[in-house]
């Protein structure tokens, strides 16, 4: 699994999800989804990190949108912030 995990990043990156990368990587899924949830392995820090590469992207899209004054993207930056603030207050 070692050698994947750059590519477990890239493709979480795109959202396929576990079954798909398991089955693009010829790898078990459960094994990969254990990994996953295990949440301290490098599988799981790459499957993580490859979603929020992509997340980071969006929301920068959805920043500028905002500001340009699209109420979907008000509204959506709205409730990111909403979001930001209940974890810091837990």
């Known amino acids: 699994m ?3 995990i750059k590519l477990i990043e890239e493709y979480a990156s795109l959202f396929f999800t576990i079954d798909e990368i398991s089955m693009i990587l010829n790898i078990n899924p459960q094994e990969l989804r254990r990994e996953i949830k295990a ?3 490098d599988a799981a820090k790459a499957y993580y990190r490859g979603k929020l590469k ?3 992207e969006l929301r920068k899209q959805t ?3 905002a500001k ?3 109420p ?3 509204t959506a930056m709205t409730d990111f912030l909403k979001k930001q603030n209940l974890s810091e207050n837990t």
């Open 63 to 65: 920043l500028e949108f």
């Open 68 to 70: 340009k004054g699209s």
């Open 2 to 4: 070692q050698s994947n």
């Open 72 to 74: 979907q993207a008000e």
């Open 39 to 41: 949440n301290k392995t």
């Open 54 to 56: 992509t997340q980071i």
